[in-house]
Nanobody, 113 residues
Framework: QVQLVESGGGLVQPGGSLTLSCAAF????????VAWYRQPPGQERELVAG???????NYGDFVKGRFTIERDDGKNTLYLQMNNLSPDDTAVYYC???????WGQGTQVTVSS
């Protein structure tokens, strides 16, 4: 059974950093494309970053080099390292496995002073 469990969200000040984790169960992360999405308040869900089986990465235009998606194959876990956060990054962040159209439960990130 496919399952994605996110963690690591919280409150952070503008300019701060945060790392999100997404533990995968029921499949091997390194064999499929998986991604982070986010949904800001009152807005549609949007792609943040994705990584394929080959390790090739893609990012949303708004990332502008601030975020990095990584994968730990030994832990079967996906990470999103976020730096230089701004209030515009406030959102619920989701892990997504398109092969199964499966979404994690999400983790809230709030950027505020």
């Amino acid at each position: 059974q496919v399952q994605l469990v996110e963690s690591g969200g919280g409150l952070v000040q503008p300019g701060g950093s945060l790392t999100l984790s997404c533990a995968a169960f029921g499949f091997t992360l390194s064999e499929y494309y998986v991604a982070w999405y986010r949904q800001p308040p009152g807005q549609e869900r949007e792609l943040v970053a994705g990584i394929g089986a080959t390790g090739r990465r893609n990012y949303g235009d708004f990332v502008k080099g601030r975020f990095t998606i990584e994968r730990d194959d030994g832990k079967n876990t996906l990470y999103l390292q976020m730096n230089n956060l701004s209030p515009d990054d406030t959102a619920v962040y989701y892990c997504y496995a398109p092969q199964w159209m499966y979404w994690g439960q999400g983790t809230q990130v709030t950027v505020s002073s």
